[in-house]
């Protein structure tokens, strides 16, 4: 069920500067319809097949987001429409990105997906990690870095989620520039505690479009 309110609800407590994605995975086209009509045009999927699938149906104006752990042989599926990548985990995968939009003279934007939370099972680059990953990307002349990605501990501890988030945005402010200015942090349940600590985009799937069964 579509939480109908919910979207502008947030959207007005929210500053101006903070991008809301709507993660529409498992979601169908019709519910992404409805977020749409309410004028929404970013929305974030996890899966190339269902990226794909969806974006031949919907609207041509959607930025689609790409938030799940991307396999290299799958990059060439979505070049040709992907708005931003969230989630570059490995310098295999950048190099692949570049050389797919290399041959379809694109420039993709990516944001560097970095490890803040304890758990094993979180994918991305350790934040020692950053500068030399920074400093690989300038030399791949058709991705464009913009920002960085990061996910919190499943915990309820504010407290912990809260010490993640403030250290990736130590690194960022660190790092911003022009170019460089996105920082995705924040999800249903912790998107308040992320953009109080300097996320401007957040990324929320079932606060606006439900639960997932
Ligand atoms: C599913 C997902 C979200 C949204 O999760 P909700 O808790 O439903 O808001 C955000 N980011 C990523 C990377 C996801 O996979």
Not at 75 to 90: A, E, N, Q, R, T
Not at 152 to 159: I, L
Request: hydrophobic share 40%; aromatic share 8%; charged share 30%.
């Amino acid at each position: 069920m579509i939480q109908k309110e919910n979207l502008s609800k947030i959207k007005n407590k929210l500053d101006k500067n903070v991008e809301i994605v709507a993660v529409s995975k498992t979601k169908t086209v019709e519910e992404i319809m409805q977020i749409y009509n309410q004028g929404h045009r970013n929305f974030g999927e996890n899966k190339v097949q269902e990226i794909v699938e969806k974006q031949k149906i919907l609207p041509k104006d959607i930025n689609w987001h790409f938030i799940g752990h991307l396999q290299r042989n799958k990059v060439k599926m979505i070049v040709g429409f992907v708005h931003l990548i969230h989630s570059v985990d490995s310098l295999k995968l950048l190099d692949e990105i570049n050389k797919r939009a290399t041959k379809e003279a694109k420039t993709i934007n990516c944001l560097i997906q970095i490890k803040i939370a304890k758990e094993e099972n979180k994918y991305g680059f350790d934040i020692n990690e950053i500068d030399s990953v920074l400093e690989y990307a300038k030399n791949l002349k058709n991705v464009n870095i913009k920002g960085f990605m990061g996910m919190s501990t499943f915990t309820e501890n504010q407290e912990v989620i809260e010490n993640e988030f403030s250290s990736l945005k130590k690194v960022f402010d660190d790092k911003k520039s022009h170019e460089f200015r996105i920082l995705s942090m924040g999800m249903s349940n912790d998107y308040e505690v992320a953009v109080k600590n300097g996320s401007n985009m957040i990324r929320l799937g079932s606060i606006i479009f439900g639960k997932r069964i």
